[in-house]
């Protein structure tokens, strides 16, 4: 919230009454601090209390474009904000009438996505024909009501609220890491007085450690709850509590421990203080001073939409953004803390080994050229192109274009498995969205983590349980999932027992009005894989889970190139080639099995991050990570979405398409684009749908076999863990200080 | 004195002023303090500043090159005491430099122009 912008909003209807009731000059006095009609501000109210005439202010807007969503047209009902109608559905607040009224009340405990806890008081605004200020934001709409926000009872009231709350708050911003966005110095600006009659000392409290991530300052609480609201409500662990009563109140963890949960660090966002801020960016820099860039984050494949604020050539802070339908203002802690991962073994300079073993910086002329050479001295067949789990479309077009004009159809996508599935969109996409998840009733996680494998689907799912009570039953190895849930079992034998009907859930999945199957890719590794999908597709089509109004198949990726390289096409044509492989062509795959690669073969490793396979790598070529480039990536649910370069390269690295494009000119295959305009004229011929960003494409509609009859068997081995450690799970966050720390402080065991 | 050393490094080559000492090798002790090691490696500085000295060699007014001794000395101090911020250094002797990019020659006939540009820079 600007401070600007709620100056003028608290200035401006009071400036314009005062006007036609007072002489000018009081008007324009009253800007911070108490004036005479605050001093006395029930007589003043009184003298106020004849009709006002019909307001003359132009008609306001709901806040930050709110629309009103009326679930049920009759049940709306009016109400009045200083003397303007608003029409809201029944069962909103106070605060919220005002909002839609277009009207900011200030607040601190109250947040849209949690609990109403009522106890910070700041939200007071003056309704008529009741006695005392109510707590808008606790205070259900009721029809006719007169409420009004800028009476000098209402600013009286947070003027004294405000003297309280700042009673016990230590007097240090110019330390604070918060202050520039701080709810209580903005607030204070434009709803408190200039002076407090306070004169006591102040009480202080004892920070907590909450471990790596979070840093606390507990002086500086206010004791609005959201934190504890927020743990308990959003991240489901019971690790924040409040302690003592009165002045002695602390927030903290009841016992000395850590707050463990994977999405710890948006306490910082929500605590409208500097109590709770961020430990890696402590003291790093101002707000201020920072230049954000809008754009999304690739370490799962949930795309998460993100600011990325930088200073010069560092990225300093990644923050959430507002996106309703993919992370909700939310974001895990991987997301949010990997970025010092961007800092660490990056890949400078392109360079060659040696025969000596050792890598020589060489320049991006010889490199190419010496990989433009080798590449034609091996047969078409023994090439292969592995993409990673960060590329982005344009460079996995590039690669696959590349290695086709070579003669080489073995381009695969890491963590694709063996035998993937591009046909059928469908089958390999989160059919019902990731919002569509909330209308769900039952929901079956067949070999899939979400908490650890997407924390953002698994924060959904948990929303939905609390809300609905929705059932979930869970088949995969014993895992910690922070709702309520059945295990049904471990392994493709609980399968069985459901594709056949043996199974007590399959009553509850028949009985489902949406139900909701959610597949985990870790399963794409499997040999039995084509068995598998054909169990789950019985179960499917037993408990009615895809029909042309719900289509509740969903497959859970794990990162975020898997969905565009299969709408690629990015499979292999043997899936053994990698064994008979002579080159390799390694585009920021670190998850190889680099065992598997002959050793006689030649490996170049294209990427960002000097990681696993770097060790195996010929030829290194340096490429730009995704906060330096411009890039589609497509997420677990179809939508596209696009990276947007916030920090210049590093060294003298290369984009990855134009690596690649560069690449195939020097080995003589010219690839025939040379701008992303191009490579993205290309891709919309290949898959129309990465180009419309910003959209989720459904998948079209196929109810009927998803895929070829198998006379497959399914083994017996039980489903693993595809994520063995959610705080390392590429290049970037495996280069992570923060991610260690917190891997080896958090999943201690 | 302990200032004169890295004078000596700033206008290492190309430039008649020299202490005589060889350069330590040991990295700076501001970069510990502005943490700027976690950015850049010791070994990638030394280039820049001396390049920034060669920009000048041409010069042979003595009051110019009084006066650009001047501005190396006030660059100096600027940095060992902490006026610059770590990403003014950074951005001025970290990153930006073009050294690495070496110069093709005659190789590059026949080249598209998409080519020549890949081997300059990434941002074209
Ligand atoms: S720590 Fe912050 S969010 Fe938690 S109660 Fe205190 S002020 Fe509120
Ligand atoms: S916002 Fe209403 S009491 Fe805190």
Redesign the interface.
């Known amino acids: 919230m600007g401070l600007g912008l709620l100056a003028s909003r608290a200035l401006r209807p009071a400036a314009s009454r005062l006007l036609r009731n007072h002489s000018p000059r009081d008007g324009l006095v009253r800007a911070i601090g108490s004036t005479p009609e605050r001093q006395r501000p029930e007589a003043a109210s009184a003298a106020q209390a004849q009709p006002d005439p019909t307001p003359d202010l132009p008609p306001r807007k709901p806040l930050a474009g709110a629309r009103v969503h009326f679930p049920n047209p009759e049940d709306a009902i009016e109400v009045f904000v200083d003397g303007y109608p608003v029409k809201i559905p029944k069962g909103m607040t106070v605060l919220q009438a005002c909002e839609v009224a277009g009207v900011d009340i200030p607040r601190f405990c109250y947040h849209n996505r949690l609990s109403i806890a009522g106890n910070c008081r700041m939200c007071l605004v003056e309704v008529e024909k009741s006695p005392k200020p109510v707590a808008s934001c606790a205070m259900p709409a009721l029809p006719g009501m007169k409420i009004k926000t800028d009476t000098p009872v209402a600013k009286k009231a947070r003027e004294g609220v405000m003297e309280f709350l700042l009673m016990n708050h230590p007097l240090d911003c110019p330390i604070c890491d918060q202050g520039g966005e701080c709810d209580l110095q903005d607030q204070s600006m434009a709803f408190g007085s200039d002076r407090g009659r306070f004169t006591e000392v102040k009480r202080s409290v004892v920070d907590k450690n909450l471990g790596p991530l979070v840093k606390t300052v507990m002086t500086r609480c206010i004791q609005c709850t959201r934190c504890v609201r927020f743990a308990t409500e959003i991240a489901g662990v019971q690790d924040l509590g409040m302690l003592g009563r009165g002045s002695g109140e602390e927030i903290g963890t009841y016992v000395e421990r850590l707050m463990t949960s994977e999405l710890s660090g948006n306490v910082i966002d929500i605590c409208p203080v500097g109590a709770l801020t961020s430990k890696p960016f402590a003291f790093k820099a101002r707000n201020w001073e920072l230049k954000g860039t809008e754009t999304i984050d690739v370490t799962d494949a949930v795309g998460s939409n993100i600011r990325i604020d930088s200073?010069?050539?560092?990225v300093l802070r990644i923050i959430p953004r507002l996106n309703e339908d993919i992370n909700e203002e939310w974001i895990s802690d991987k997301t949010r803390f990997c970025y010092?991962g961007l800092?660490?073994q990056r890949l400078?300079?392109p360079m060659i080994r040696g025969a000596d073993g050792r890598f020589q910086?060489v320049?991006?002329?010889d490199a190419l050229a010496m990989v433009g050479e080798v590449i034609h001295k091996v047969a078409p067949e023994e090439i292969v192109g592995v993409a990673g789990k960060l590329s982005d479309a344009e460079s996995m077009m590039a690669l696959k274009d590349f290695l086709n004009r070579m003669g080489s159809s073995n381009v695969m996508c890491e963590g694709n498995g063996k035998h993937p599935n591009a046909d059928l969109r469908s089958g390999y996409i989160m059919n019902t969205g990731i919002t569509g998840l909330e209308k769900a009733d039952v929901f079956l996680l067949v070999g899939t983590q979400p908490r650890v494998e997407a924390a953002m689907v698994n924060a959904r799912i948990r929303k939905t349980v609390r809300a609905t009570h929705a059932k979930v039953g869970y088949i995969g190895p014993l895992t910690d999932l922070n709702y309520d849930h059945e295990h049904l079992g471990t392994g493709p034998q609980t399968l069985t027992e459901l594709a056949e009907g043996r199974h007590p859930f399959c009553s509850t999945l028949k009985n489902a009005k949406n139900p909701a199957i959610i597949v985990g890719a870790g399963l794409f590794e499997r040999e039995d894989l084509e068995a598998i999908l054909s169990a789950i597709e019985t179960i499917a089509k037993n408990g009615n889970v895809v029909r042309p109004d719900w289509n509740g198949y969903n497959v859970l990726l794990l990162h975020a190139a898997q969905a565009a390289a299969l709408d690629l096409g990015l499979v292999p044509q043997s899936p053994d080639s990698i064994k008979s492989a002579k080159f390799v062509y390694l585009m920021g795959a670190d998850d190889v099995n680099v065992k598997d690669i002959p050793d006689d073969a030649f490996v170049v490793y294209q990427g960002h991050h000097g990681d696993r396979s770097v060790y195996r790598a010929n030829v290194i070529l340096p490429a730009?990570a995704f906060s330096e480039k411009e890039g589609t990536y497509e997420n677990t649910e179809g939508c596209v979405q696009q990276t947007l370069p916030a920090v210049?390269?590093?060294?003298?690295?290369?984009?990855d398409w134009?690596i690649v494009?560069?690449l195939s000119?020097?080995a003589g295959v010219?690839l025939p684009y040379?701008s992303v305009g191009g490579i993205r004229s290309r891709i919309q011929t290949v898959a129309p749908n990465l180009v419309s960003v910003d959209e989720r494409e459904p998948a079209t509609f196929s109810a009927t076999t998803l895929r070829p009859n198998t006379n497959q068997k399914i083994s017996p081995n039980n489903f693993g863990t595809a994520i063995e450690n959610f705080y390392m799970t590429d290049a970037i966050t495996r280069a992570s200080k923060i991610m260690a720390q917190c891997s080896a402080m958090l999943l201690k065991k | 004195m302990d200032d004169n050393k890295y004078v000596t490094r700033r206008r290492g080559n190309g430039c008649s002023i020299s202490s005589g000492r060889p350069a330590d090798p040991s990295p700076p002790s501001w970069t510990s303090t502005t943490s700027t090691t976690s950015s850049t490696s010791p070994t990638s500085v030394p280039p820049s500043p001396p390049r920034s000295a060669r920009t000048n060699s041409h010069v042979t007014n003595p009051k110019v090159i009084d006066m650009l001794l001047f501005k190396g000395m006030e660059e100096l101090n600027n940095i060992t005491e902490h006026a610059k911020q770590r990403h003014h250094i950074i951005g001025q002797y970290v990153v930006g430099n073009q050294g690495l990019v070496q110069d093709s020659g005659t190789k590059e006939k026949g080249m598209s122009d998409f080519l020549k540009k890949f081997y300059k820079s990434n941002y074209f």
Request: aromatic share 4%; no cysteine; glycine share 6%.
């Open positions: 200073r010069g050539p560092e010092d800092k660490r400078n300079d910086v320049s991006w002329h730009s210049p390269t590093v060294g003298d690295a290369r984009d134009k494009r560069a000119e020097v010219q040379d």
